[in-house]
């Protein structure tokens, strides 16, 4: 009589399929964790609460001050691309912690054992976690409509703002994920993310032009990622300049990507070798 095959028995012998069947695991999984999103509203509430509450203190207090000349509206227009950029890299954060939680409860094991592609599950986690930040984008975006937010720019203008966000933080996700699947507590992944992440937000120009910085930090405040999507956004709501700041932006993404996805790979592998 056959005996069963334990887990790393079957992980030796599943089989994998080519590139579509990669494309449809990583999307099975993505569907996994956006309906554990949903039946989980509170997440995505809280991580979209904050940045919105972050907007309404900065321009009831800052509006004045930042466009003395100007309206409570005219700073809404200037505020809400850096209001949807802080919340979304913060919510990034969670991103890392669920897969901590996916890790650490045995629910990888599970689908290691299965014949679906070893990419699938930070794949998925990535994609699924892009679905949560483009709800986030669209509530934000809508609150700020309330405050006098408005797009200027043309429909298509207006979905490359949704999206480029979006792609940008997705970027900040392979670091979670990378710390998520290296850390020994959920605690890790957020206080190794948090530090470095109220800098890239604040020291931006984001919230105030760059001259309104010291001289001393103004440099970074140029070379800052954050800056660079923030000032796509403006152009692709309100008009001006904002080709060079996208292309800034996909780079940044692009580069990001590109190193946190490979060492977080690495790690995983090492991890469940």
């Known amino acids: 009589m056959t ?5 790393t028995q079957l992980v030796k012998t599943r089989q994998e399929g080519g ?3 990669t494309v449809y695991d990583i999307a099975i999984v993505t569907q996994r964790n956006l309906l554990l999103d949903l039946r989980n ?6 991580s979209t609460g904050f940045p919105i509450f972050l907007m309404l203190i900065f321009t009831a207090s800052f509006a004045k001050v930042v466009v003395p000349e100007g309206s409570y509206t005219d700073y809404a227009q200037f505020l809400v691309p850096l209001s949807t950029i802080q919340g979304l890299l913060f919510s990034t954060i969670n991103t890392g912690t669920a897969l901590y939680y996916d890790l650490r409860s045995g629910m990888v094991s599970r689908l290691r054992t299965l014949p679906i592609a070893r990419s699938a599950v930070l794949a998925g986690r990535i994609l699924g976690g892009a679905g949560r930040l483009l709800v986030q984008v669209i509530f934000i975006t809508l609150v700020g409509h309330l405050i006098g937010f408005r797009f200027q720019n043309g429909f298509i203008n207006s979905l490359i703002y949704l999206f480029l966000p979006v792609l940008f933080t997705s970027a900040f996700s392979w670091v979670a994920v990378f710390l998520a699947v290296k850390a020994k507590s ?16 604040f020291l931006s120009i984001g919230y105030v032009p760059k001259e309104g910085f010291p001289e001393w930090v103004q440099g970074f405040v140029s070379i800052n990622p954050v800056s660079a ?6 152009g692709l709501s ?12 996909l780079l940044w993404s692009a580069a990001l990507t590109a190193v946190f996805s490979t060492l977080a790979i ?8």
């Open 3 to 7: 005996l069963p095959l334990n887990a």
């Open 19 to 21: 590139f579509l069947r």
């Open 41 to 46: 509203p509170a997440v995505i509430i809280g």
């Open 186 to 201: 959920a605690e890790t992944v957020q206080a190794a993310m948090a530090p470095w992440l109220l800098p890239l937000t």
């Open 229 to 234: 999507v923030a000032q796509a956004m403006r």
């Open 238 to 249: 309100s008009g001006g300049s904002f080709i060079e700041y996208v292309i800034q932006a």
């Open 266 to 273: 690495r790690a995983y592998q090492k991890r469940n070798s």
